[in-house]
């Protein structure tokens, strides 16, 4: 399965190397729109944490998605023309600019929604309006809709596929064939609110969806098809994600459950619910089972094959256009859960219980934990279910 999809990924990675050839030229606006839609500057606090200039901060996002769409040779200018900045970007194909208007244009819906959200004194001193900036364009393989990014994401990094979330579900795909340095092109990634906040403010959070309906909405529509139009798959995290869908677009979607959308007229789009990629951790949160560590464990697995299971999908669907959902899920979960079920289990011992490799195997050895790897397929406690 990794040689295969590896193979895949490094064949297109190829191609689109002997395609890129084009200068494009971009007007992003005025220096006002610019800055708020590039959440400028990162991180000032009297000293700034990089001290770069708007122009130096819009290069470094456009740098990041050039990359990231397979053109690592592009080089990006921003130059400011009495106060319009203007893009130009080299060593990529015609019509590269197209994308990019697109994410901008939706992000001025998002700013007016950020600011009404303010006016009704709802949006709090420390979020940011943060658009996902340094995605990949135009190569995309698949979209993942999540709830917030994380705030140090905007301030520390200054990339938004840089968490503790995205760097999970990367080494989840990574499981799947997919090579580390091409994950990216899996994870365009769509927040129902667009704000950069504290981890923890994911509650606070949850009734300021509607101020950002028309951002969203023009988010899927846009970036649910490929630079060709083919209809991408898209993961959907999360508790709140699915009930978002729910409301959206009348589809019911529990974690590996599958649903069909249409953002545009005609257009079929293939979604799969996960749990969030963070919720494995409070999953096995042996303080959730009165510090009983094989209730905690057997939760975890279960959450485990789930995730493996949900990247097995997304990694499958990204890289072949046309395949049956429901045919690739089974595939994948009897793949996980089943016929390589040790696997998934050691896996949760080395990167959620941190065990070294021998011990991982070791423990799942153990008559214990072979009983609670055949609970994988089983329901998830309902206790838990709300959260997943």
Known sequence: MKKTAALSVALTAFALSLTAHADVDVSLGSKERVTRLFAYPNNCNVICFRNWTLEQTVEHYLTQSVQRDGYPGARVSVTDDNAQLHAKISGVPDGYDKPLISLLNA?????????????????????????????????????????????????????????????????????NGIPADQTPAFQTIIDIAPIAAPSNAGSDLEGVYSYFNDYQTTM?????????????????????????????????????????????????????????????????????????????????????????SAACWQAGMGQTSGLDAATVLQQCTTHWQVTHKVDTCKLFYTSVRHLTPDQAAAKCRTGSVGRQLDQLRKPMPETLKTKA
């Open 107 to 175: 992000g001025d819906l998002a700013y007016t929604g950020a600011s009404k959200l303010n006016a009704d004194g709802k949006f709090a001193y420390n979020w940011y309006l943060f658009l996902p900036l340094g995605m990949a364009l135009e190569n995309r393989k698949s979209v993942e809709l999540l709830h917030f990014p994380p705030d140090y994401s905007l301030t520390q990094a200054q990339d938004y596929l840089r968490s503790a979330t995205t760097d999970r579900w990367a080494a989840l795909l990574t499981e």
């Open 220 to 308: 899927v529509k846009d970036l649910s098809q490929s630079a060709s139009g083919t209809a991408l798959p898209m993961v959907a995290f999360g508790a709140p994600v699915r009930n978002w869908l729910k409301a959206q677009y009348n589809v019911n979607l529990p974690v590996l459950g599958l649903a069909t959308i249409s953002p545009t007229a005609g257009q079929s789009v293939s979604v799969i619910g996960a749990n969030h990629p963070s919720y494995i951790w409070y999953a096995a949160d042996k303080s959730n089972y009165g510090g009983d560590e094989d209730k905690a464990d057997a939760a975890g697995l279960k959450v485990m094959g789930q995730d493996l």
